[in-house]
């Protein structure tokens, strides 16, 4: 009996010893990602007074709600805010790029996910993929149903952004986004649909790649990748519509009112009426820069038609084109460009890249 009773405690004390010694080792084996938390719609609940979804639950909130992610990765949290992404903007997007380039500086640290609300995710995830230095990856997630519905999207996707990151070959892609287990880089894409899951696309670019259970499959490189220095201050640059009827007031305006540029939605590949036209010229021969783009989802803005208005007598008039970018994402490239240069060639040059 003794015999027994001594074997069986020398059993639980090796099995402890190496439990204890094992634990912290699995625990150093595993990588760190960081979860750097900005709000949105992930981190929303219904408010019960309301029946409104409202920001609700902390980075450290979010993380716990996925118990997969302690299984594959240490994860830690930094609160950077917790607002709808419609109050995302150039207040906040320099110091967000800091924060994170502060988070991937650690040598320990894999790579940052930043959970975001979706309207603005494609400008926010465009803004730091110009401005980041590290190869490290960046994934941006969200959530088209906020953390009360039964069938949120969010844990799947802050699971996936995770999964992405240690995939062996994540490095140097660039920010992405990625819900729905689609990769779309920053760059590209846009958000498509108002409260489908399936919402963001790459349109012509197609999808970088797509997470599965096990890893993140890449389908191509992404090729169209610039870095622009984070200025000291961000310009204003004002965004524009045209429109059927349009007089060109909103143009003047912003020319005369303080707008250091001007980008012009317009139709197809950049055409615009003649009192637009007009209203262009005005805002250029006062040194306000005007890029034109186009409001169609894919294709590019191109200086094309000669009548007046066409493309062809704004890029005469010194319009700058914006090629395939969105009005947007090309206010944030001239946002970051302009304090380099006002010069029509030398703007021409980032929206080429």
Known sequence: MDSRRNTFDLVNLAFLAVSVWASPSVAQDRPTVTVVATGGTIAMKVDPKTGAPVPALSGEDLTAAVPKLKEIANVRVVEFSNIPSDYM??????????????????????GAVIS????????????????????????AVGAQRNASDWDTDGPRNLLNAVRQILTE???????????????????????????NVQTFTSGDAGYLGYVDEDKAVFYRA??????????????????????????GSYVRHAADTGAEAIVVEAYGWGNVNEAMHDAIKYAIDKGVPVIVATKVSNGRALPVYGFKGGGNTLQKAGAVFAGDLSGD?????????????????????????
């Open 222 to 247: 992404n090729l169209r990748r610039q870095y622009v220095p984070l200025p000291e201050r961000l310009p204003r640059v004002d965004l524009i519509p045209m429109y059927a009827g349009a007089d």
């Open 89 to 110: 903007g150039p207040d906040r997007w320099p110091n967000l790029t800091k924060k994170v380039e502060e988070v991937l500086a650690d040598p320990s640290v894999a």
């Open 169 to 195: 070959d994540s490095k140097g892609k660039g920010v992405t986004v990625t819900l729905n287990s689609y990769i779309n880089a920053a760059r590209d894409v846009r958000k498509t649909h108002t409260s």
């Open 329 to 353: 994402k090309a206010r944030i490239l001239t946002m970051l460009a302009l304090p380099t240069t006002k010069d029509q060639k030398r703007l021409q040059e980032y929206f080429d890249k």
């Open 116 to 139: 975001h609300g979706t309207d603005t995710l494609d400008q926010t995830a465009y803004f730091l993929d110009l401005t980041l230095k590290s190869d490290k990856p960046v994934v």
